[in-house]
């Protein structure tokens, strides 16, 4: 049976929906037995990559998170926080030794956080990228938003037919 969706579904991104894609919650959470990320830090990422997004050329003024592809925006908000865990991994990094046991380390996964950071981080450029450069496509053809009526639809098939 299909799934229903209801007329009133609102699609915008949540912090609840960035915590729950992360796992970042108390029963997955084992080590810390808490969140790792507040809502205050979840919501400065997303400021942070509507900024960013604002920054990749073309060069646009959006202001709202709500004004991005949920994905995009979900993975330029991944990409913040894992990279700013990283540095705080890395700054708090401290391995200590008691007698003849192994090594112990405290806030070593700084490079596991880079890592995964920079998966998030290159699909965040490369879609923003790519979207950019479709709308600013679709604009100059007549067919998007703040399009330019002067080339109309024909324009856009000159070539398409010919060998």
Known sequence: MPVQLSASTDFS?????IRAFMRDQPE???LLDDIEFADKDIERAMRLTVAKWNAIPPITNL???GQL????LLCGVCCILLKSEGLRQKRNQLTVQ??????VGLDEKEA???KWSLVFCDEFERLAKQWKIEQNMES???TGPG???NLGSGYRYIGKYTT
Do not use: M, R, V
């Not at 592809?69 to 995009?72: F, S, Y």
């Not at 008691?98 to 090594?103: H, K, V």
């Open 13 to 17: 991104l949540t912090t609840g929906d």
């Open 28 to 30: 997955y959470n084992i």
């Open 63 to 65: 202001t709202s998170p």
């Open 69 to 72: 592809n949920e994905w995009i």
């Open 98 to 103: 008691d007698g003849n046991i192994a090594n």
């Open 112 to 114: 596991l956080y880079l």
């Open 140 to 142: 100059i053809l007549g």
């Open 147 to 149: 399009a330019n009526n």
